[in-house]
């Protein structure tokens, strides 16, 4: 019986041992590598739809439609005392007005990653801190005048026949 006691005491002792040694190590040497910033720590926060309206030589051109996603560090945008996606929106507006040679209705393209690190390094800088690590692009559309004239009409054209359907069915 003697025996049997002091092998339990033995084997507790040992397991004890090997735990403590094993936590002293790991403490040592750290769990891991630290998370690469693409592939863990940082949020992933989304836009609503940002609408900007295009305004040259005093008219209204069209509208800059855009969602994106950006990626911060959930500690600091717990820092920020006014919403990040307002500071995002913010930066979008600035960038496009203060950009005039930008022009939709003659231009097919936009330089995105030239729009992304703008918007980044904007809010950055205006936040003072590394808030945004990347600006990606959800959506990007531009909508001209004419075409948002266009869609309303038919939209006006739809909801009038459906009214007059409406009222024929009823009679």
């Given amino acids: ?9 033995w084997i507790c ?7 403590f040694y094993s936590f002293q190590a790991a403490g040592e040497a750290g769990v ?9 720590g940082l949020d992933y926060v989304k836009t609503d739809i940002i609408s900007v309206p295009l305004i040259r030589d005093s008219q209204i ?11 911060v560090e959930p500690e600091q945008i717990k820092k920020l005392s006014i919403p990040a996606e307002a500071l995002i929106t913010d930066q979008v507006y600035s960038y496009l007005y203060s950009n005039p040679q930008i022009d939709f209705t003659k231009k097919a393209t ?3 990653d030239a729009f992304r690190a703008a918007i980044r ?35 006006k054209k739809s909801e009038t026949a459906a009214e007059m359907t409406k009222a024929f069915k009823e009679h």
């Fill in 32 to 40: 891991g590598e630290t998370p690469k910033p693409m592939l863990g």
């Fill in 110 to 112: 936009i330089d995105l």
């Fill in 121 to 155: 390094d904007t809010v950055n800088t205006r936040v003072g801190a590394t808030l945004v690590h990347e600006v990606l692009i959800d959506q990007v559309n531009f909508l001209s005048k004419d075409e948002i004239r266009d869609n309303w009409l038919r939209r």
């Fill in 61 to 71: 051109g069209g509208y800059f439609l855009t969602k994106l996603v950006y990626t």
């Fill in 13 to 19: 002792a040992a397991t004890l041992g090997a735990v």
């Fill in 1 to 9: 019986m003697i025996k049997v006691i002091a092998i339990a005491v």
